[in-house]
Each structure stands twice: as C-alpha cells, then as structure tokens.
C-alpha cells in the first residue's frame, strides 16, 4: 500500500489477555518504530527497528511489551498479560534510512482498550 | 536528554486570524525539530522540518515556522486561519546525528471559529 498500515485498528482486551499488534510499513523503509499515545499526551517512544535489528527498545514500558521484525518490513508488537494502564493508541512509523531528521510516516494506529 | 514544552493544551482562533503554536524545546546537542498535524482517527502528519540551513521553514498548508536558537525556539505560525486548521499540533525534537527518534510534546488542539 501506500502508507503505513496498522492492524487491527481497534481492540478491547480483557485485563490479562495477550494481544498482537501489526505493522505493515511503506515498501521499502528501513526503518521502522513504535510509539505509545496515552490519552491526551503527545505519543512516546516504544522501540525501533533498522530492518530486523531491533536497535533501540528503551522505550518499553515493561518485560510484557515485545517487539519484532523477523523479515525486515512487518513488525509486530505483542502485549503480555494486558493491563488497564496499556490502554493507548499504538502508533507504527516508518522512514526510508535511519539517520536523524528523515521524514518519518505514521500509520493510524491500533486503539487499545483493556477493560 | 531531549524535551519539548508546548504551554497551553488549546487555541481558539477565528477564521482568517493568525494562529501561533509556541513549541520550546531542550537539548543537549543541535535539534532537528517537527510539527506534526493529528486530525480526529487519523495518524501524524508531518507539517514541516528544520534540520539545517535557513530557519525559517515553510510547509504544507500554509505553516511555517521559524528555528530561534538564542530562544530555543520553534513556533509554528500561520498568517490566516481556516476551519480545515482545526486539528491537534505536536512538536516534535531528535539529536542530529542519531537515529530518527522523536521526543514529542503534549500537543496543541487547534479550535477554529467562524
């Protein structure tokens, strides 16, 4: 496709469920993160990948939250034993190279509930 | 450590008014700095950058924004508001010279009035 396409695009889990988030990023891209965005908050940095290395993964909140990118274009972020402070908009981003100040395209994002 | 301020959570202009998103940003090495348009279900999209070179940046839509080191600034400005304006703003900051990771603000929702 042309953009960033994220699945699902929204999911209710119940507390403790796991659920798997995916990305499909911009034929191409090399580059490729995940961000969380709480409600009312700018998103936050999750994890990046630069083909399949995940080369920087600071940003997960806890040992729940995995990412990967076994081929080098879709990723997936799973979510381990869900709980109600997971629920946010999971937004994927993709960019052509890695270096700094490349555009970066986001996708819609996948709105999560845990209820 | 990078950091982005955007004081205020709303602006409300009037239609063919000035709008200006004051972004303020902390940084230890040279910034490369973002504005970011989120409409309603919709993801980022990217208004304008400044990597390097002239300061003054022009984007889609109308916007600008001008890069004030003295400051540590980068507000974003338009001359004329229009309804299709009406949308949340983020600032976003990265290092030069690292990879392309955002640190964002907390966002500004735009409000147009006819």
Known sequence: GAGVSQSPRYKVAKRGQDVALRCDPISGHVSLFWYQQALGQGPEFLTYFQNEAQLDKSGLPSDRFFAERPEGSVSTLKIQRTQQEDSAVYLCASSQVGFSGNTIYFGEGSWLTVV | AQSVTQLG?????????????????????????????????????????YTTGATLVKGINGFEAEFKKSETSFHLTKPSAHMSD??????AVSEAGANSKLTFGKGITLSVRP
């Open chain 2, 9 to 49: 959570s709303h602006v409300s202009v009037s239609e063919g008014a000035l709008v200006l998103l004051r972004c303020n940003y902390s940084s230890s090495v040279p910034p490369y700095l973002f504005w970011y348009v989120q409409y309603p279900n919709q993801g980022l999209q990217l208004l304008l950058k």
């Open chain 2, 86 to 91: 009406a949308a949340e703003y983020f600032c």
